[in-house]
């Protein structure tokens, strides 16, 4: 099987790269807007789907994938900017959020979808504590502007679920599928 990652996220780069899963990578360009009445699990998964159907060509598989963080039934997406990601990070502060990864494998015959979702932990955070993270940069780039695997990492007391899911891919289901699929 050709493994393509429809993904330009170094995070999910580095998690196959290092669980020894041989890919290529083809960023996908969609819209990633949120539909009127579609749930967050709906958003990943049609997202995950729409990237690996994007980039897909005759005789691959391609892995599509999409990670949202939500609390209260609200989506956070990226930050527009650290403004917004002091705003995000306070509302996670001292209380649990969901990750949810939709993740979809596509070879032009047939979809995978999933949804992989994790709850973590944050204890309270206080202003200094978020002014300084955010003024790491990591904030920038991430769903709820936090990286479980970075600076971040002292703020989360707990998760329930699959660690790489919220950095950005369920490893082990993804390992899953490509050994059922070479059976």
């Known amino acids: 099987m050709r493994l393509v990652l429809a993904s330009a996220s170094p995070r999910r780069k580095n998690i196959l790269q290092t669980a020894g899963i041989p890919f290529v990578t083809r960023p996908a360009d969609v819209d990633e807007r949120l539909l009127d009445g579609e749930s967050p699990e709906e958003h990943v998964q049609r997202l995950a789907e729409a990237k690996a159907r994007a980039v897909w060509r005759e005789g691959e598989t391609v892995l599509g994938a999409d990670t949202v963080v939500v609390v209260d039934s609200q989506i956070l997406g990226k930050p527009a900017d650290q403004s917004e990601a002091k705003q995000m990070l306070r509302a996670l502060s001292g209380r649990s959020h969901r990750v949810l990864t939709g993740m979809c494998f596509f070879d032009g015959a047939s979809a995978h979808a999933s949804v992989e979702e994790t709850i973590v932990y944050f204890r309270d955070l206080d202003d200094n504590e978020l002014a300084d993270y955010v003024a790491t940069g990591e904030a920038a780039?991430?769903?709820?502007?936090?990286?479980?695997?970075?600076?971040?990492?002292?703020?989360?007391?707990?998760?329930?679920?699959?660690?790489?899911?919220?950095?950005g891919l369920p490893v082990s289901r993804v390992?899953?599928?490509?050994?059922?699929?070479?059976?």
């Open 141 to 167: 780039d991430k769903a709820g502007a936090y990286g479980i695997q970075g600076a971040a990492s002292k703020f989360i007391h707990r998760i329930e679920g699959c660690y790489f899911n919220v950095v």
């Open 175 to 183: 390992y899953s599928f490509i050994r059922s699929s070479l059976r």
